[in-house]
């Protein structure tokens, strides 16, 4: 199979319909490669209403056939675009990469790993995910079918491009539904490039579709009357306005995967290496560009200097790993723009103006592209701005505590809930930590992970909805009770 697309030639055309077609609006988004700054193309379309109507057509036509074909069916082709995605990772991940800046070995092989391992995952679920029947000894028999919702939208950020695409597409159509992709706006070549594995592995037309542009195009179709569900991920502002489209529009199904301030706590009885090893990879995975990263660690005094000192040394040895993407060893590659640099160098600024001791980094790399220090800032006011809001980059703060209960109340003052880490060798207090977080995901002796099989998702403003597991497939389902009458 031929995959076309490349630095040379990249993709710039929707995929609507199995067939690669140009956007009918006029505007075109632009994109940079944050490496060097140079721009890529001003050219990628920005999907308007002519092509999101033509692909909700399309959907729409497919779905009534898709919905029925044979699980079996249905599996192979999911399983094939599988093998598909992973057969062209390294040209999928080096368009990701000349706008996101994420190195491959570190990153790309990861997130396309994880989408691939998502459609097999998913895949395996066909043909068991069985509805339910309930006795007839009122006379009535009750079976409970999971009916697919129809058309559904994904709408997915810039930091994990394909991972995301592998968690929403997957059980989406695994369920029987229609998919159409909205990639960010800042990273929309590697999905424009599934098209062509798409329509390789066999899906009919209409089925999966990839529609690129900015949130504009997103807002078309949150907002759209028969969009039956909309997958998002991404801030929590655009969530929140997510939601509202879907309340005033038709009521669409909603699931959010937002930001998140995750805590990490740290006991004196700790394992202290791996604490270490897990807080410092937290922080600077993706450049830091990761909603459940821990980004406030809280350590207990007993502990306190000897963590730091590792903690810092630890830092120290990612800051030799940061630079261009595209050279061995470099595992930190830059932020993804300028927007991006500007804001986390500007929390790093104002940290400095008394909300905390910067411990380590805080300074550009070069001259040229995004690149910063992975940073650490340490006695940080639980009230300051780097305490409480989300940097997205790779900065972190850290407080000494000295009793659960304090650091515990300190850990859940937030509006934030997605990730939690808890790091001690005493079980009984690991697993009463675990159930005190107000978070959608813990962490015992890690953090900032995640698996195909179990929820991952948010409380609180993190989230609304989990992916994975069988959860994935219950919110892009509706059970439909049939009730048949056995005394007639
Ligand atoms: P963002 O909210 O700016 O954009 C996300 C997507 O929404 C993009 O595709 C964008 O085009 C679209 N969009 C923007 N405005 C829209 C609107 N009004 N209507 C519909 N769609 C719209 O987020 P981002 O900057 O791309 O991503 C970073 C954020 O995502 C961080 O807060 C991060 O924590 C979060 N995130 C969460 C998870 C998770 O699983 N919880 C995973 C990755 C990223």
């Known amino acids: 199979m031929s995959f076309p697309w490349s630095l040379q030639n990249l993709p710039k055309q929707n995929f609507i319909n199995n067939e690669y077609v140009d956007s009918t609006n006029e505007k075109k988004l632009t994109l940079h490669n944050p490496a060097d700054?140079?721009?890529?193309?001003?050219d990628v379309p920005l999907s308007g209403e002519q092509d999101?109507?033509?692909a909700i057509a399309a959907a729409e036509k497919a779905f009534p056939t898709w919905k029925k074909m044979a699980?079996?069916?249905?599996?192979n082709i999911m399983?094939?675009?599988a093998d598909l995605v992973e057969q062209h990772s390294v040209q999928i991940a080096e368009l990701t990469r000349v706008s996101l800046g994420a190195p491959y070995k570190a990153f790309g092989a990861f997130e396309i790993g994880l989408c691939a391992e998502a459609f097999r995952y998913n895949a395996g679920w066909i043909d068991k995910f069985g509805g339910e029947s309930w006795p007839q000894d009122d006379g009535f028999l009750k079976i409970v079918r999971n009916e697919p919702l129809g058309v559904c939208a994904g709408i997915v950020p810039w930091n994990g491009p394909v991972g995301t695409i592998g968690l929403k597409a997957a059980p989406a159509l695994a369920t029987g539904n229609c998919f159409i992709l909205k990639p960010s706006e800042k990273t929309p070549l590697s999905s424009l490039a599934l098209g062509t594995l798409i329509k390789e592995a066999g899906f009919p037309p209409g089925v999966f579709q990839v529609l690129a542009g900015d949130g504009s195009t997103g807002a078309l179709l949150a907002s759209h009357m028969r969009i039956r569900k909309v997958s998002f991920t991404g801030s929590i502002p655009t969530g929140k306005k997510i939601q509202e489209m879907a309340a005033k529009s038709n009521l669409k199904r909603v699931t959010l995967e937002l930001g998140g301030k995750s805590p990490a706590v740290v006991f004196d009885d700790c394992d202290l290496d791996n604490a270490v090893t897990w807080t410092a990879n937290a922080i600077t995975a993706n450049t830091g560009q990761v909603c459940f990263a821990a980004s406030r660690v809280y350590v207990q005094e007993g502990i306190y200097e000897k963590f730091i000192a590792k903690y810092?040394?630890?830092m120290q040895a990612k800051t030799k790993e940061v630079g261009n993407p595209e050279e061995e060893?470099?595992?930190?590659?830059p932020l993804v723009d300028e927007a991006q640099f500007k804001r986390v160098t500007g929390f790093i600024e104002r940290g400095q103006q008394g909300q905390g001791k910067l411990l380590v980094g805080g300074q550009r790399i070069g001259d040229k592209g995004f690149y910063i220090e992975p940073t650490v800032f340490t006695d940080v006011d639980p009230e300051s701005e780097i305490h409480c809001e989300e940097i997205f980059g790779p900065v972190s703060v850290v407080r000494s505590f000295k009793t659960e209960a304090e650091i515990m109340h300190l850990s859940n003052n937030t509006n934030f809930g997605l990730m939690a880490g808890v790091f001690t060798q005493d079980i009984n207090k690991a697993l009463r930590v675990a159930s005190d977080f107000e978070s959608g995901m813990v962490g015992v002796n890690c953090v900032s992970l995640c698996f195909l099989n179990a929820p991952f998702g948010g409380s609180k403003e993190s989230?609304?909805?989990?992916?994975c597991g069988i959860h994935a497939l219950r919110a892009f389902t509706e059970p439909k009770t049939i009730m048949v009458n056995l005394n007639y």
């Open 312 to 314: 810092k040394e630890a």
């Open 329 to 333: 060893g470099k595992n930190l590659g």
């Open 52 to 54: 999101v109507e033509a």
């Open 79 to 81: 399983n094939k675009f």
């Open 71 to 75: 699980p079996t069916q249905r599996r």
């Open 37 to 42: 700054a140079s721009l890529i193309a001003d």
């Open 463 to 467: 989230g609304l909805g989990r992916e």
